[in-house]
């Protein structure tokens, strides 16, 4: 019996040393593999000029697979001070059977090396056990707040939560690696063990139209200027009237994307898209524009301007009380008059022929820029406008729009009557560094050279003696723009509460190298478009002005009167 128990034991043992050896050995060495992803790193995205907006940095997720810890409190006291984490916490994330659960996010790189060379407290055992990196990214955004609505932010998971970073996700994103290894008892990496890697492809790189210092002074400009007048927000789009770049889209308040879940969700956005208003006066331009190019009026043309008009059974009057006046359509546009352009806008005998240009400008339409959350804003059809609809839409009631949209309007006029799209992406450059030009901007013709250089010149007289602007001048340039106060629709009671202030302007007048729009939402200290917008037209067309190195043209105005005596 003896013999034969020993027989038994023989075999097994030939069995484990020989012929099952082979498998042993394959699961002991399984149960000592690991494998990791390896994170693509992000596109970087930046400025026109190549300055970084959002970029990449490495970062290691410390990990712990709990079966493997030996003495989580001793573990934790050891690990702790590295990962400045309280070692009670630590200890309970080290305790229990879990194989896989997250001790720290995002640390550097540094931060890891430390970690490996730390060292369990009984000296027999190596390192420590149950304690693994896995190799990720960290999004930063260098500028901080500069730029931060258009560019957005990105969520835990990496993925673009707004901005450039949602609409170009895909884009930015890069396809993940593998990389699987042996590990020692003590949980390191064993040199000369198995040894495997699937090499990450990296995303492809966005640049934009946007200025980097243009895009801070507008945003210093506009947050100002939303305090003084305790506004509920603000924006300001400087616009390349040439190429249809946007050189800085602004808003205040604004957040910091190195850390989003700080500001609320409504400061995230992008307003100048994403918010849209009716213009009030601004939208002035686009009836002058309609008017002097169908042939119905000229800037001399004298306007009769009482202190009340009625039509359609409803009293219209301006903004300020006044007597009578005798002005010419200029004045009326310097002096931004409701009743002289309702005057003025009846020369076309129907006023719905202002729907086409409304229309032809881009009113209601989208941008094309593809930013989440867009309002492109609405105008009635004509069929459904009330009796009253022609007239108010006349100076800018009536029909709403975004920021961008009103600065395509202003640009267009300044493009001698030649709109180009708004553009925001200026290239790619892929992961084989072949870079990609975004297809120049949609051209349209909306109104002839002539008609927008006599609006351009209308434009001038705001800022000039009468006129709404003053406060926008810029010394040693001619200067064109127009105001607005708009009453402002307000969602949360349904009804019109507030104003929208507004002033769009561009320079030089005669040959216009840039535009800047600028509004205020529902200011407290409400005084007017000019009052509170010139200032930081003034101060952000000016920086933009000399950052492009646009001159001077030294011409002299043509001195256009606003009144007929």
């Known amino acids: 019996m003896l013999a034969f128990v020993l027989s038994l034991f023989g075999a ?35 400025d026109r000029n190549g300055i970084a907006l959002a970029t990449t940095v490495a970062a290691v997720n410390v990990t ?59 000296p027999d055992i190596e390192g420590l056990p149950g304690i693994y990196a896995e190799q990720t990214s960290k999004r930063v955004y260098p500028a901080g707040q500069v730029g931060a609505n258009i560019v957005g932010f990105v969520g835990a998971d990496g993925k673009g939560l707004g901005g450039i970073e949602y609409a170009l996700d895909s884009t930015l994103a890069g396809r993940d690696g593998t990389a699987t290894y042996e590990l020692s008892a003590g949980g390191r990496r064993i040199p000369s063990g198995v040894d495997t890697e699937r090499d990450a492809i990296p995303g492809t790189d966005v640049r934009l139209t946007l200025d980097r210092d243009i895009q801070y002074v507008a945003q210093k400009a506009i947050a100002k200027a939303v305090a003084s007048s305790q506004a509920q927000s603000g924006t300001v789009v400087v616009y390349d009237p040439k190429s249809g770049d946007l050189l800085a889209v602004a808003t205040a308040p604004t957040f910091d994307p190195n850390d989003p879940g700080a500001a609320p969700a409504e400061d995230r956005g992008d307003r100048p898209l994403t918010e849209a208003y009716e213009p009030g006066s601004t939208g002035k331009i686009i009836t002058a524009s309609a008017l002097i190019q169908e042939g119905v009026i000229a800037p001399t043309t004298p306007i009769f301007v009482p202190n009340r008009l009625y039509r359609a059974g409803k009293s219209f009057k301006d903004f300020e009380e006044h007597g009578v006046e005798h002005l010419t359509y200029t004045g009326t546009i310097a002096k931004s008059s409701n009743i002289g352009t309702i005057k003025a806008a009846e020369r076309l005998g129907n006023l719905k022929r202002l729907y086409p240009y409304l229309k032809k400008f881009g ?73 990609r030009q975004t297809p120049a901007a949609k051209r349209t013709r909306v109104i002839s050279p002539r008609t927008a250089r006599t609006v351009r010149l209308m434009m001038e007289t705001v800022l000039g003696p009468g006129g709404t602007a003053p406060l926008a001048r810029i010394p040693g340039y001619r200067v064109g723009g127009k105001t607005g106060t708009a009453q402002r629709f307000d969602p949360a009671c349904g009804c019109y509460r507030g104003n929208t202030l507004s002033f769009i302007g561009l320079a030089p007048v005669d040959d216009p ?13 409400a005084i007017g478009g000019g009052f509170q917008g010139g200032p ?30």
């Open 64 to 122: 712990s697979d709990q079966t493997k810890v030996v003495d989580p409190a001793a573990t934790a006291a050891v690990l702790a001070p590295v990962l400045q984490m309280d070692p009670t916490v630590l200890r309970e994330k080290l305790t229990g059977d879990a194989r896989f659960v997250y001790l720290a996010k995002a640390v550097t790189p540094a931060t890891w090396r430390k970690v490996s060379a730390l060292d369990h407290p009984d």
């Open 536 to 565: 930081v037209f003034k101060q952000v067309a000016s920086f933009a002005l000399e950052s492009l190195r646009v001159p001077p043209t030294g011409t002299k105005p043509p001195g256009l009167k606003l009144t007929t005596h």
């Open 363 to 435: 009113v209601g339409e989208p941008t094309g820029l593809g930013l989440p959350g867009e309002q492109s804003g609405e105008i009635p059809k004509p069929g459904d406008w009330s009796a009253t609809s022609g007239y108010t839409m006349s100076f800018g009631q009536g029909y709403s729009v975004n920021t961008v949209q009103m600065a395509e309007v202003f640009a267009t006029v300044a493009n001698d009557g030649l709109r180009v799209s708004p553009r925001l992406v200026a290239s790619t450059t892929g992961p084989d560094g072949a870079v």
């Open 12 to 46: 097994r043992l030939v069995q484990l040393q020989g012929l099952d050896a082979p498998t042993y050995a394959a699961e002991a060495e399984q149960g000592r593999l690991r494998t990791v992803t390896l994170p693509a790193a992000r596109g970087t995205i930046t």
């Open 513 to 525: 190298g840039v535009v800047v729009a600028v509004t205020l939402q529902a200011p407290k200290v």
